[in-house]
C-alpha cells in the first residue's frame, strides 16, 4: 500500500471542498472495496476523506410517499428496515443476497453503488486493463471472459457491474441525490449515474470531480409482488453471472432489471411491454444487439430461464 494521507469531515460540503483540493483524493465510509483495491495497488489515492461524521445515516419518508435513504446507512440496516421489507422487497432481497453479514454490516448504500468491478483482469496488475489503466488494452476481451459483459460492452471493456442493491435501484426508478465542491446538489436518476464503457471505460459513472452522494430517493411504493432471483456459481457469497429484478403486478405486468451481464444495471423499458407474453418475449427486446464471447454466451439463455422462474413464482 502506497502513502497517503487522511482527515476527517462534518459536512457534505466540506467533503466535497476537500476533494477538489486535493487531486488523487478518494471519500471512504466503510471502506469494503476502497481498502481491497489499495491493498493490490489498483487504487492509489493521494488522501482519504472519512465521510462516516456527516450524518447521512438515516432513512426518512419524502413528501410523496417514497423512501430518502442516507448514503451512509448500511447495507444491513437498509434491508432490515420495515418500510423498505413491506414496500420495496426487491431492495430487501437483493442486499441479502449481495455479501456475507460481516460486509453488510460495513459496506454503505452509497458505497454499494460505487464499487467496481470484479474482473478478474482489472484485478491482475499483470495484465492490461483499460479501466485500470486507460489506453493499455483490454485483456479480458480473447481471455477468459465467462463471468464478464454480453451486452452493452465496447471494444474497450467487457467488464460487468458487481453489484445487487444497483439492479433492484434500477427496477424501482431510484434518484441518486448530490453534492458538489461549489454547493451545488443534483439528482441523478439510477438509469443515468452508470456509464457504459465505450471508449472510456475508467469511468464507472456520470460524477464529476469532488461530487459525494448524499442520499438515494426512492419514488412512492408501485406495489406489486417483488422478486430478487440471483444466479450464481456456488449457493452463497459469489457475484452474479445472471440476477433478475422484477416487481410484477396482479394482471402480468411488470418492471424487469437484470445483473451479472453489463456495465452497469441493464433495463429496457421497451421489453417490459411484452411482460403477458412471457420470459422470451421479454428477453428478445431486453437483450437484443447483444455481443457475447464463446465463453459466456449461456449467459443469454439464463437471462430467459431466470426471468421465467420468476414469472412462474408469481403466478403463484
Known amino acids: ?21 486535493t487531486p488523487g483524493s478518494k471519500f471512504i465510509a466503510g471502506g469494503t472495496n476502497l481498502l481491497d483495491l489499495m491493498k493490490l495497488q489498483i487504487e492509489a489515492p493521494r488522501h482519504l476523506i472519512d465521510v462516516n461524521d456527516l450524518g447521512l445515516d438515516k432513512i426518512e419518508k419524502t413528501g410523496d410517499g417514497g423512501l430518502r435513504i442516507g448514503a451512509l446507512v448500511s447495507n444491513t ?15 430487501s432481497r437483493a442486499l441479502l ?52 459483459a454480453v451486452i452493452g460492452s465496447s471494444d474497450a471493456c467487457i467488464a460487468t457491474h458487481p453489484s445487487d442493491m444497483a439492479v433492484a435501484m434500477r427496477v424501482l426508478d431510484a434518484t441518486v441525490e448530490t453534492v458538489n465542491p461549489a454547493g451545488a446538489t443534483r439528482g441523478i436518476p439510477i438509469a443515468q449515474f452508470h456509464r457504459l464503457p465505450g471508449d472510456t471505460p475508467h469511468l464507472d459513472t456520470v460524477l464529476g470531480r469532488g461530487e459525494l452522494i448524499t442520499a438515494v430517493t426512492l419514488p412512492k411504493p408501485i406495489g406489486g409482488q417483488h422478486f430478487y432471483h440471483k444466479t450464481r456459481d456456488r449457493a452463497s457469497y ?17 418492471r424487469v432489471a437484470i445483473g451479472g ?13 411484452n411482460m403477458k407474453q412471457g420470459a422470451k418475449a421479454v428477453t428478445g427486446t431486453l437483450l437484443a444487439g447483444a455481443r457475447p464471447t464463446q465463453d459466456n454466451s449461456f449467459k443469454l439463455p439464463l437471462v430467459e430461464r431466470t426471468l421465467a422462474s420468476v414469472m412462474h413464482e408469481a403466478r403463484g
Open 1 to 21: 500500500m502506497k502513502p497517503f494521507t487522511y482527515e476527517r469531515v462534518n459536512s457534505p460540503g466540506q467533503a466535497a471542498q476537500a476533494a477538489a483540493r
Open 77 to 91: 440496516d437498509l434491508a432490515a428496515d420495515k418500510r423498505v421489507r413491506k414496500d420495496y422487497a426487491v431492495l
Open 97 to 148: 443476497a449481495g455479501a456475507s453479514g460481516q460486509l453488510r454490516n460495513k459496506a454503505t448504500t452509497a458505497g454499494n453503488l460505487l464499487q467496481r468491478t470484479r474482473c478478474p483482469y482489472f484485478y491482475d496488475t499483470n495484465q492490461p486493463c483499460n479501466k485500470r489503466s486507460p489506453g493499455s488494452g483490454c485483456a479480458a476481451i480473447g481471455g477468459y471472459s465467462r463471468q464478464l
Open 238 to 254: 459469489a457475484f452474479a453471472l445472471v440476477s433478475v429484478a422484477a416487481v410484477i403486478q396482479k394482471d402480468g405486468s411488470g
Open 261 to 273: 451481464v453489463a456495465h452497469k444495471p441493464w433495463r429496457v423499458e421497451a421489453a417490459e411491454a
